[in-house]
């Protein structure tokens, strides 16, 4: 069992920054695929990015690429979520999910494939 615990969400202007955290439980944390996934009002939940497990490949959505970083620190069993240069679309519920397996690495871009979700953080970007 993995348990995840988002942080660091509010509210920000546009062209602005903030760091979403994700501290998991579990001594295994290292082991896992970490992604962030987000959620807008009346909207599916979509993909943001994820690092996987064990090379540590990154996958970004075209909306976060060249804006958003991914990393993690294992010895913390955190992830985090580095948003710069942030737009009123990226408005939404930010949420961390973990998942241990996946057919082919792209797959981790599938929502269905995380085993474990964090209760969202909210991120709201003002104009």
């Known amino acids: 069992q993995v348990q995840l615990v988002e942080s660091g969400g509010g509210l920000v202007q546009a062209g602005n920054s903030l760091i979403l955290s994700c501290a998991a439980s579990g001594r295994t944390f290292r082991r896992y695929t970490m992604g962030w996934f987000r959620q807008a009002p009346g909207k599916e939940r979509e993909f943001v990015t994820t690092?996987?497990?064990?090379?540590?490949?990154?996958f970004y959505a075209d909306s976060a690429k060249g804006r958003f970083t991914i990393s993690r620190d294992n010895a913390k069993n955190t992830v985090y979520l580095q948003m710069n240069s942030l737009k009123p679309e990226d408005t939404a519920v930010y949420y961390c999910?973990?998942?241990?397996?996946?057919?082919?690495?792209?797959?981790?871009?599938?929502?269905?494939?995380?085993?474990?979700w964090g209760q969202g953080t909210q991120v709201t970007v003002s104009s």
């Open positions: 690092i996987t497990w064990p090379s540590g490949t990154t």
């Open positions: 999910a973990a998942g241990d397996s996946a057919p082919y690495s792209g797959a981790w871009l599938n929502k269905n494939n995380y085993a474990y």
